[in-house]
């Protein structure tokens, strides 16, 4: 089977380390890159959080290390919800710097893109920072990128601020680049976020599956997405899973903006759903997910893995 070719541009981040186990035991893919943006934590922090993931399963993809601030604003971070470290709840083990490519996280992007045989995916689960910077040095990577599956925005409200998400608040300038591309996107967002649920019995289930669940029962244990009584929030595995089964979702085609200046707003993707502002469609935005069966599917893909 030819394995899809995809970089994974993300700031682990606890929920970002569900989603990368997943798409590096995936026999569907081959994981080319990742590329780290500062995010849930500054760069070195989730750039080191990358590696040791690598390092706990032994695998051995090229990491590339991409911006340490916005394009604009001051850095915002989430550590009340991954941790200080970004990963905050398992002893990892120390990793070196074998897989750390000198070129930054940019001309990394080019390279591979520009090398691969295949049109790549982009799958950027943090702050949109480095894909518009890649996108407006190199534009020409534009004719072989077959799609960007990105996790951020929201239809309805905000996680960061009343009506933002946290990876398109921290970067609205880099978000909007992307939008306005020309390129086809796929939005998952908050909606389906939400309910992109572990429940208490997943967890159960994690700490005796394999060594990659005992290590992401252990972190989920400090995760602040949710609550392991109530549930915690997979948001970023959101993306993985809407290129490996898109049928769990619900996705409509429709014109999102970025809205840059509201004092209240600034960082809200702008879903026009209804067709407002007379613009043609630049994303298909996932409304909504079949909470059982992505449950079902991050179990088994989790099994998967070592
Ligand atoms: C997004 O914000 C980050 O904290 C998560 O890793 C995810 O990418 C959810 O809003
Ligand atoms: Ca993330």
Known sequence: MLKRPII?????????????????????????LITTISGNVGIDKVTRNALKLLKYWNKE?????????????????????????????????EPTNELLL???????????????????????????????LLLKVYPEVKSNIQEIIL???SVS??????MSEFNIHVDPEAAKIV????????????????????????????????????????????????????GLKMYDSCAIAYLLKPDLFEAVDTFVDVELNGSLTAGTTVVDLK??????????????????RFREWLLDSLRKCN
């Open 151 to 153: 996790m951020g925005g």
């Open 179 to 230: 939008f306005d591309s020309g390129l086809p996107i796929v939005m998952a967002g908050l909606d389906v976020g939400l309910k992109a649920l572990v429940l208490p019995e997943d967890s159960a289930k994690l700490e005796h599956m394999n060594a990659t669940g005992k290590m992401l029962h252990s972190l989920f244990k400090r995760y602040r997405g949710g609550s392991m009584k109530t």
């Open 275 to 292: 067709g407002y502002l007379g613009k043609p469609s630049n994303a298909k935005v996932c409304i909504d997910v079949d909470p059982e």
């Open 61 to 93: 993809v090229p990491v590339a290390m991409g911006a340490s601030t916005p394009l604009i604003r001051q850095p915002e971070d989430a550590s009340d919800i991954h941790g200080a470290s970004g990963m905050e709840g398992f002893d990892f083990e």
């Open 102 to 132: 000198k070129e930054n996280a940019v001309n990394a992007m080019y390279r591979v893109i520009q090398e691969s045989e295949t049109p790549v995916t982009l799958i950027p689960i943090g702050p949109l920072t480095n894909i518009a």
């Open 157 to 162: 409200r905000g996680n960061k601020g009343v």
């Open 8 to 32: 994974i541009d993300t700031d682990p981040g606890i929920d970002d380390a569900v989603a990368i186990a997943i798409a590096l035991f995936s026999e569907e893919l081959d994981v080319k």
